[in-house]
């Protein structure tokens, strides 16, 4: 029954249960083994029960489930596409990183190497608690709080960046309830966790480099540029893309906040559009049988866009590891 | 060898720093930027007429920024006008983030305290009209127990299991499938996990769920990944010669299992238990498509559709009108609560148990 | 180039607890000074509070004075961001930039003080490198990363990282004791190369490496756990290893205890 020195993690269990088996270790390595199964099967059979029904309602669908803009599967004969959904959830979350993701390499150097000494872990505490708020008390919060909130940098923006084209607004009273509204507030929803995720791989960053770096004569910026960034990057690059992973996919604080329209505008600052998720939400209640299967191919597409997103992510931190290894 | 080399060229890249002493702006500088910046600031927008506090804010961080980089450059040199720079941006994002955090937990806490009263706490919405004040969230905070705790029991015992598999016997390729597909359903969005029970639904039984416990499924797929990754961390934490120890001692794999290696992180998967409690508590989306909400109290999660607590909030806001934005905020301010506990008492134990480690 | 260092009633402390105590001591330029003793001595707390790295540890604060020729490194409007330009260091464990290659290690700090023209810095690169006996075995791999070196080479490689913003002094704190004893020869051996041109202090746990390098040797030593450490004496190398005047020292030589 002794293993010899397994290694710290994995302890070799095959070895143990040789030739002679107790049955209370049978019975536990079966329930431990049949989790795992169970997790599989209810996994695969998800997988293979959703695309039924999304090849179902596709193979319906009379207009081109790629590039229609109209989401109207009830009509006869059914027309419905993913083209607004899919710019609206692509360019809501791109805002959302162009602002989180500074900003939260911002506060997370702020709590490694900026704060004061006391401070730093109470804010890093503080910061993991908001990263628990529900997503709907965002929703809550930017309907209700942040929209009224962004008319003067709507109108502002309008005014002298409106040549732009993104940030022209067709009318200049429309409610804020633009993708550029979105993308704030799921900025603001992702922050804590990509803070937290840059925070603990910068925290990694062994001492001895830096101290490298400040035994040279580098200044404080210059210590994090020289080798805080560096060794960060992959991190921090993955903890975009967990981020990214959860504005791609938001859907209370999206539906709350965007005035949707099957309408597909380079103006950000209009309030028209859609995201998969706020989609669903909204068409989901009117819909019948098939309206229903529609909207589970546009959430087909969702999950495999996510599915992308978290696995670039996880190659990144799988690189990073074999890279760190080498170097250790 | 090397000393003709550097006689080759003597001093070629000192720097010329005789003095150590060097010119420096003062401690309290960037506060005075910083005030400065904002007095401008405030003048400018004001002046100008500009209605958003938002574009006050950012004149100011401007010219903070710049103020702080031209007087640096000016007084101590580029590089310090660039650490400078670096740092006012660092703290800068850093206020930037507090604000909007700061005032979402504050305006829950003033629009949600006038609500909460015992009456809100222990009444439905049956038959009150959502124009009118009153009703409240009993039905909603029944909901969301039964939910979140039959997900519990679904997902804690499997997520366990799957965790001791993966750490204790997983070897080959089946472990490896379980960890991808672990990594996999971690990213799924709520919207999809929804639309997975959904599908489930159709395909089996030809009909739409309506009731608390397809929600239960569905948030038990969410909670299922974060329990797995937890224990599977605080197993790892526990030392082999622990193992070893024990089954040196002739004790059986499964008892040492059970006897020592779970007991010895208890109090880590505990904590990861609760933190994955309080996130699925706050999910609305599956709940949405499953569930469907209700104004009544219906204990039964088996049958007939039931509210929920994130969900009644949503339904609230749509009501669009200012006694039921009063309820979404009352009902926020409930759930933040409950939330914030959770999460705070998992803390608590996952410090009380740390140091044992150690 | 090489200056002499000027130390006068320096104390150091970690928050509350103090762990030198007032050591007055002086360091002439162009020699090289060992400083020897038991673990907790302070003498490597000692040596970076010579170029204001003690203060980066969290709760880290010095007392005293430390005048460098006649400037005080702990005066009001003194940069310690200058001071580390002008004093360098070298640490226990390699510690090569490891996502730079070989040239850019060195190079980083030419390039944080403006040094950016190739051609200057090619030639500063080669120099530091020959200057740390180094160059011959990397002159064909340049770009290659610097963590793909030995650990020897790794260390001259810092060596080399350091001596290229031509520092007065160079701090080396216990530089071979992770180490093989080639390598361990190899940097010796550069220790007594690179003395025409920087005054010289490292720490060392070996006292027969404190022997063969240098010039003068600083014996520390603490009176019990948990007290500040303290300079017990300091003399020419040759006299502390074959007659200290304080008992202590030769106890520690000898090996009686430490």
């Not at chain 1, 840059?198 to 925290?203: G, K, T």
């Not at chain 2, 401690?27 to 400065?36: D, E, M, V």
């Not at chain 2, 996130?279 to 609305?284: L, M, P, Q, T």
Request: net charge positive; with cysteine.
């Amino acid at each position: 029954m002794t293993t010899t020195a397994p290694p710290p993690t994995k302890p070799e269990p095959h070895r143990a249960t040789g030739p002679v088996t107790r049955p209370g270790d049978r019975i536990f390595a079966g329930m431990a083994r049949g989790s795992g199964i169970a997790l599989l099967v209810v996994m695969a059979a998800i997988a293979a029960f959703l695309t039924v029904r999304a090849v179902h309602a596709i193979s319906k669908d009379h207009g081109n489930f790629l590039t229609t803009f109209e989401w109207t599967p009830s009509l006869n004969p059914p027309v419905f596409g993913i083209a607004v959904l899919a710019y609206g959830t692509v360019v809501s979350a791109i805002i959302a990183m162009v602002i989180a993701v500074p900003i939260a390499l911002g506060i997370a150097l702020f709590i490694t190497h900026y704060a004061p000494r006391r401070l730093g872990g109470p804010i890093a505490y503080v910061i993991d608690l908001l990263a628990a708020v529900p997503s709907i008390i965002y929703g809550l919060w930017g309907a209700l709080f942040l929209v009224p909130h962004m008319r003067g940098l709507n109108l502002w923006l309008d005014d002298y960046l409106g040549w732009t084209v993104i940030f022209h607004k067709e009318d200049p009273n429309s409610a804020a309830r633009s993708l550029f509204t979105v993308g704030i507030l799921l900025a603001i929803m992702v922050l804590p966790i990509i803070t937290n995720v840059s925070r603990e791989v910068i925290n990694q960053v062994p001492k001895m480099h830096q101290e490298a770096a400040l035994a040279l004569g580098a200044t404080r910026w210059e210590v994090i540029r020289l080798s805080v960034l560096p060794f960060a990057r992959s991190g921090i690059i993955s903890a975009s893309m967990l981020g990214l992973g959860r504005a791609l996919g938001e859907t209370m604080a999206v539906a709350t906040v965007l005035s949707a329209s099957p309408t597909l505008s380079a103006h950000i600052l209009d309030p028209v559009g859609g995201t998969f998720s706020q989609n669903i939400v909204a068409k989901f209640g009117e819909a019948d049988d098939f309206g229903r299967d529609a909207l589970i191919a546009s959430g087909l597409v969702l999950f495999l866009i996510t599915l992308l997103v978290n696995g670039a992510a996880r190659i990144i931190i799988q690189r990073r590891k074999e890279y760190s290894g080498a170097n250790a | 060898m090397s000393d003709t080399v550097m006689d080759a060229t003597p001093a070629a890249g000192r720097p010329a720093h005789t003095k150590l002493a060097s010119r420096h702006l003062p401690r309290w500088s960037p506060l005075a930027i910083a005030a400065g910046a904002i007095v401008v600031a405030v003048a400018i927008g004001a002046g100008a007429g500009l209605s958003s506090h938002i574009q006050w804010g950012l004149i100011a961080l401007l010219l903070f920024v710049g103020g702080s980089y031209a007087i640096t450059a000016q007084v101590e040199g580029r590089r310090q006008a660039k650490d400078r720079v670096a740092t006012s941006l660092v703290w800068s994002s850093f206020i930037l983030a507090v604000i909007p955090l700061y005032s979402l937990v504050e305006t829950t806490i003033k629009k949600g305290a006038g609500v909460i009263d015992g009456t809100f706490l222990t009444h439905s919405m049956n038959n009150v009209l959502t124009l009118q004040p009153g009703g409240g969230v009993y039905h909603a905070i029944i909901g969301t127990l039964e939910q979140v705790g039959i997900a519990a029991v679904i997902a804690t015992p499997i997520g366990l299991l799957t965790a001791v598999y993966l750490v204790e016997y997983g070897k080959g390729r089946l472990a490896k499938w379980v960890t991808f597909f672990v990594d996999v359903m971690t990213g799924v969005p709520s919207i999809v996990a929804g639309l997975f029970i959904l599908s489930i639904w159709f395909v089996l039984l030809d009909k739409a769920p309506a009731n608390g416990f397809a929600g239960s499924l569905a948030l038990a797929i969410l909670m299922l990944p974060v329990v797995v990754r937890s224990t599977e961390e605080m197993l790892k934490l526990v030392p082999n010669e622990l193992r070893e120890a024990s089954l040196a001692l002739g004790v059986p794999k499964w008892r040492t299992i059970v006897k020592v290696v779970v007991p010895t992180s208890i109090g880590g998967i505990t904590t990861g238990v609760m933190l994955a409690v309080a996130r699925i508590a706050g999910e609305s989306a599956p709940i949405a498509l499953l569930v469907f909400g209700s104004n009544v109290i219906n204990t039964d999660p088996f049958h007939d559709p039931q509210s929920s607590l994130p969900y009644y909030i949503y339904e609230q806001y749509k009501n669009g009108n200012e006694p039921s934005y009063a309820r979404a905020w009352g009902a926020a301010l409930v759930l933040i609560a409950f939330v914030m506990i959770l999460n705070l008492v998992a803390r608590a134990i996952a410090r009380w148990k740390a140091p044992k480690h150690q | 180039m090489a200056k002499r260092i000027d130390v006068s009633g320096l104390s150091a402390y970690y928050t509350a607890h103090k762990a030198i105590d007032d050591i007055s001591m002086t360091i002439e330029p162009g020699s090289v000074t060992a400083f020897i003793g038991p673990s907790g001595c302070g003498k490597s707390t000692f040596l970076r509070t010579l170029n204001r790295m003690h203060e980066v540890t969290p709760g880290g604060r010095v007392e005293g004075k430390v005048l460098l020729d006649d400037e005080n490194l702990y005066g009001s409007g003194v940069d310690p961001v200058t001071v580390r330009r002008t004093v360098g260091m070298v640490f226990q464990r390699p510690n090569p930039f490891p996502t730079m290659s070989i040239y850019d290690n060195v190079a980083a700090g030419l390039k944080l003080n403006g040094i950016r023209k190739k051609g200057e810095l090619d030639s500063i690169v080669e120099k530091s490198l020959k200057g740390a006996n180094l160059w011959n075995e990397v002159k064909d791999r340049l770009n290659k990363p610097g963590s793909g070196l030995s650990g020897g080479q790794q260390q001259r490689l810092c060596i080399a990282r350091a001596i290229a913003v031509e520092p007065e002094v160079l701090l080396m704190d216990e530089p071979c004791s992770a180490l093989d004893p080639i390598s361990t020869l190899a940097i010796e051996d550069l220790i007594g190369e690179l003395k025409d041109r920087f005054t010289i202090v490292i720490v060392t746990h070996n006292m027969q490496q404190a022997a063969r390098v240098s010039d003068r040797t600083a014996f520390f030593n603490l009176a019990a756990v948990g007290q500040p450490g303290k300079l017990i004496e300091i003399d020419d190398t040759e006299r502390i290893f074959s007659n200290p005047s304080v008992q202590a020292t030769e106890d520690y030589i000898s090996g009686r205890f430490g």
